[in-house]
């Protein structure tokens, strides 16, 4: 059981890190989260999370056997990742993610307007 769910989804990350790194990758209004006032918190983030992923992992979506196979899975506690999903998400996440914010620090540490 543990080499065939090492196979599928190798890597594990909580779902609380997950939304903390990579929620500078989602488009709320292209990917709206399925959240209401009526889940729980768990729920709630386990929601966010799922539209976070379906944003940022849509190019690594597969068609296996006429079904549509996300990059991930989204558990109660943690979100499993198919392989080389992480990768492409720590790429993406430098590449755009980190850049803008950077650059704003940058400008207001040497005083430029």
Do not use: H
């Amino acid at each position: 059981a543990v080499t065939l769910s090492r196979s599928a989804f190798p890597i594990r990350l909580d779902n609380a890190v997950v939304r903390f790194r990579y929620s500078s990758m989602w488009d709320n209004k292209a990917f709206p989260s399925k959240k209401n006032d009526s889940m729980s918190m768990e729920e709630g983030i386990r929601a966010d999370i799922d539209a976070m992923m379906s944003c940022a992992l849509k190019s690594k979506e597969e068609e296996i056997k006429g079904k549509l196979a996300k990059a991930f899975v989204v558990g109660k506690t943690r979100t499993y990742f198919r392989a080389g999903a992480l990768e492409f998400l720590e790429a993406n996440r430098l590449e755009n993610g980190l850049d803008a914010p950077a650059m704003n620090i940058q400008r207001v540490a040497r005083g430029c307007p």
